[in-house]
């Protein structure tokens, strides 16, 4: 990923599936923060823990997910961003809460339309996927992001939730600069969720990305240090997961299980002595 796109994107990624005779796959998304996803064709849908579906889209978009969110799709190829917090606010500027733990077609959606012309380039031409990598970093250099004033604040809240010596809301809004009642309403705004819950929601991800590098690791050594028990950590597992660390560990997760490796991998690379990350803003 281009280093000017640091500021908006958590990673850029290429998924390439191939289904043989034309048969389908199911698995689904894990909490994550909100992405765009851009097909070759309309074939990849998905349903939320709510039931809210979507049959299928060229460009999908997930908002901040606390929750498990199902795809079904037939063979594709599909280029898409990990959006981080300052992204959502300065590409997108509507409030997260809004999209939270959704599902919504990017070609319908009003609030997206700016991203359609994106859309539509990697749905044509033939397969290159450098020349892709480049159309997409000029295609987000060149739009003009939304004036946030809390910018600044919003980079340095996000740093502070990846920060693993970060455990409580106050530890969260002294990192941020702010008061209590104001990093509230901005995780809202720019997050989606409450602070309590954003730091619950990366404790328990910190575990289960260090499940995922070791797959030799029993439940208990892959707890982060934060959890006070493994029963701690199974209530959390349904609530963020629908389902139990066992009945994960036993279903078929051809997509989930490569995308956290790699999530692993990309925190080893990222993480730094305290737990940081890469500055988002000067």
Partial sequence: MAPELHRYFASVFLIEIDVSDGGMVEDFMFPDWATMRFNAQGVVGGTTRSGEALPGSRFVVSGARSQEAYVRTGSVRQWGVLIHPLGWALLVGKPARDYANRLVDGMADPAFERFRPLADTLASGALDPKGELCRITEFFMGLEPIDDPAAGTIAAAYEAILDPEVSSVEGLAERAGVTRRTLERLCQRAF????K???????????????????????????????CDQAQFVRDFREFMGMTPSEYSHRSKPFVDAVLKERARYMVEQVGPRGGTRSLVA
Avoid: N, T, V
């Avoid at 989606?192 to 602070?195: L, S």
């Avoid at 404790?203 to 208990?220: E, G, N, Q, T, V």
């Fill in 192 to 195: 989606g969720f409450p602070p």
């Fill in 197 to 227: 819950l954003l730091l619950r929601r990366q404790r328990f991800l910190r575990s289960l990305a260090h499940f995922a590098a070791d797959p030799s690791l029993k439940w208990i050594e892959a707890l982060d240090p934060g959890y």
